[in-house]
């Protein structure tokens, strides 16, 4: 311990008395050439006047000694360093040159370095037992492991654990992850039998590709929970498209977590729920759910926050019923939700959760008890934890189920409540967060069930691509040449003619068979139908040459370069968007909503990052709230959505092969039957002027 102090309040000091107090199983050799005694301990002048070895140096001596610290730990053989100290890379110019050095003299000796600008480590298990943080909580050992990027909220984060009834094995504040990093943590996490779960909490992801390789396998195995905070960069660079504006803030990191099963938490409260959650109960086979209540109001609650979180509200077997049947009184309802009533003591309980949680159209259970004053709530609490671990444990119909429970009201609350949690059943207060957790819980269980598809085969002429994409300059390239890009790769587009004044225009508009569609184009004219820049349905001549001549009149002086735009009308009769930004951190992030000029307004969009396998599309087109509408509806014909999910792996293709495409927009690509002629009516891409790779760094 390097820097070691006496000073109350001093960081140093409490960083010893963290040591020795967490019954710390070896030596502790507090350093300080300025002190004598530390917490009755005598200190050294130097690392390098300490007898014995010393596996791990924790730093909190000011910034500018820690290099010279570091290179007598080096020296001494110390395997690696805890660097507590703030002042590097955080603070820019000087503070950055000091880590560079800290780091360059770690490798020289072989030593990992956890932190600068850091918290501290922890490790409860038996036989090492090392706080070597700054803490002021004491957590109990435990089946969690977290890694906080910010060291301020590990504390806080440390506390609301061990008030949320969980214990840690392992906790790490990585700081400003000059070397070990969060994708370290859970590699070396993958394999120590104590840890069940892992928490992350991290503001940014410095090597998302290593990070997506490790977490996407780790998280197979044992879940991870994130909590992130900060805002991707996707979509700034994007300014003027649509895909830019609807992806937003963020949306690159959330599909990034989601595609490599990280669950993902907006709040450490709910991070702590389901932490638990996933720690006593079994995950889920799937997303029925069914709802045991003795009140009607939050019963309503619960059935619409999981409705809303995409779970069903399965209907009960007949034979559930008919037990439910004999076991409740008549006024009590037999459908799901499953009302008690309030005159529902334990008994009755017992009985309904018997019958439900054998039901085989039932996933998983969600309690609900408000605690009448004629009720032993405790009484309650014991039937449930009957239901959910003696009857799962006996009967394989009742395994496999979790249970959560959402207690309200106040009689006798707080001994039902330690009850349940002291049998492993989550307990709520409040229905939405109970559904919210369910919601993670069945989102794990696809996770696991979800196989990777490999892509099909693609024939694309790259070449013809890559001879227009090489010849374009930077910025949005041309009509013309998107048409070639996009026709190399197999996305249709509808035929299109250009021309500059309205005879040509009518000319074109024969050629090409009526109706036909006019639209005027301009390096400036981004959206066209803002400008009543696109007329539809032109029948004949006639009709063309006036409605060019008023593009004309009223265009050409405000754009340079107006072109005269004719195209045939795409038959059919959904509209998607279907794009693609490349993320500077996170590389393309591939977006497909329901599209047209509404986009904005109804933001149904589905994000996913590459590489997308062979089923991600289907998944992301599925996943819009507006998927119904893809199929038939209400008298119109099924859309052709294999060529859609065929269209965005084209589009992954090309973005691989062209790594200067920094945004790809087709809105609309107009959907018709299987078997029609599906067609993209406007695309653009916007090439940058060199390859984009994404930032190497840190994760
Ligand atoms: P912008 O997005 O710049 O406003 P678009 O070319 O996307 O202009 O056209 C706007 C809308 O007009 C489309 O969403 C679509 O509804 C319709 N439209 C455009 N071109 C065609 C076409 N060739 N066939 C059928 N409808 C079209
Ligand atoms: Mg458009």
């Not at 390098?48 to 007598?72: H, K, M, N, S, W």
Request: with cysteine.
């Amino acid at each position: 311990m390097v820097g070691a102090s006496r000073r109350p309040g001093a960081i140093g000091r409490q960083v010893v008395a963290n040591l020795i107090e967490s019954g710390f199983e070896g030596p502790v050799y507090p350093v300080n050439a300025r002190t004598a005694v530390v917490l009755s301990m005598p200190t050294y002048a130097s690392v390098l006047d300490i007898p014995g070895p010393v596996d791990l140096a924790v730093l909190c001596v000011p910034a500018t000694e820690v290099v010279a610290v570091a290179r007598e730990c080096g020296e001494k053989g110390v395997g690696g360093l805890v660097v507590i100290t703030a002042g590097f890379k955080e603070i820019g110019g000087e503070g950055a040159d000091r880590e560079d050095e800290l780091l360059a003299i770690a490798r020289q000796y072989g030593m990992r370095i956890v932190g600068p600008n850091c918290m501290g480590v922890i490790n409860t298990e038996e036989g090492v037992r090392l706080d070597a943080s700054f803490a002021a909580t004491r957590t109990p050992p435990g089946a969690v492991a977290m890694v906080s990027q910010s060291g301020a909220l590990g504390e806080a984060i440390l506390a609301d654990a061990t008030t949320a009834g969980l214990g840690v094995s392992m906790f790490a504040s990585v700081g400003n992850r000059a070397d070990v990093t969060a994708a370290d943590l859970l590699e070396y996490w993958e394999h120590v039998d104590s840890v069940r779960v892992i928490l992350l909490y991290v503001e940014s992801l410095g090597n998302p590709a290593k990070f997506v390789e490790v977490a996407r396998r780790v998280s197979r195995h044992k879940p991870i929970l994130a909590v992130k905070s900060g805002r991707s960069a996707a979509g700034a660079a994007a300014a003027g498209s649509h895909t830019g504006s609807v992806a937003g803030a963020d949306v690159a990191a959330d599909t990034l977590f989601r595609q490599c099963g990280v669950l993902r938490v907006t709040s450490f409260r709910q991070m702590f729920a389901l932490a638990a959650a996933l720690l006593h109960q079994p995950v889920p086979r799937g997303g029925r759910i069914a709802v045991v209540t003795n009140a009607g109001g939050p019963g309503i609650l619960a059935t619409d926050a999981l409705d809303a979180y995409g779970l069903e509200i399965v209907k009960l077997a007949p034979k559930t019923r008919t037990r439910l049947q004999r076991a409740l009184p008549p006024e009590a309802s037999l459908h799901n939700p499953v009302d008690l009533i309030a005159s529902a003591d334990a008994d009755r309980y017992r009985k309904a959760l018997r019958a439900v949680i054998r039901d085989p159209n039932v996933d998983a259970l969600l309690v609900l008890f408000v605690s009448p004053i004629m009720i032993d709530a405790v009484q309650v609490a014991e039937a449930i934890v009957e239901a959910a671990v003696r009857e799962a444990a006996d009967d394989p119909a009742a395994a496999g189920k979790p249970l959560l429970v959402c207690l309200m009201g106040r009689q006798r609350g707080r001994e039902a409540l330690e009850l349940l949690r002291d049998n492993g059943v989550p307990v709520f207060r409040y229905p939405e967060d109970a559904a919210r957790t369910m919601r993670s819980l069945v989102a794990r269980s696809r996770m696991l069930a979800r196989e990777a598809v490999p892509l099909p085969k693609l024939r694309v002429r790259r070449n013809d691509a890559q001879r227009v994409l090489d010849a374009a300059p930077a910025g949005w390239l041309d009509g013309p040449s998107v048409e070639t890009v996009l026709c190399a790769y197999g996305i249709p587009l509808a035929r299109t003619r250009r021309v500059s004044d309205p005879g040509e225009a009518v000319a074109a508009a024969h050629a090409l068979g009526y109706p036909v569609v006019l639209k005027a184009e301009a390096p400036k004219l981004v959206h066209k139908t803002e400008l009543r820049a696109v007329v539809t349905g032109l029948r004949n001549g006639d009709e063309v040459y006036d409605a060019a001549e008023d593009l004309c009149r009223r265009l050409r002086k405000r754009f340079k370069g107006l072109t005269l735009l004719l195209q045939e009308r795409a038959p059919g009769h959904r509209e998607l968007l279907l794009g693609m930004t490349r993320d500077p951190r996170y590389g393309p992030l591939f977006a497909v909503g329901l599209g047209g000029t509404q986009v904005e307004v109804m933001r149904d969009v589905a994000f996913r990052i590459a590489p997308l396998d062979g089923a991600d599309p289907a998944e992301m087109l599925g996943s819009l709230k507006g998927a119904p509408l893809l199929g038939a509806w209400r008298g119109d014909p099924p859309a052709d959505v294999e060529l859609a999910a065929e269209m965005l792996l084209r589009m992954q293709q090309l973005v691989a092969d062209a790594p200067r495409i920094q945004e790809i927009e087709i809105n609309p690509f107009i959907l018709a039957a299987p078997g029609e002629r599906s067609l993209a009516v406007d695309a653009r891409i916007h090439l940058s002027e060199d390859a984009v790779e994404p930032q190497g760094g840190r994760s």
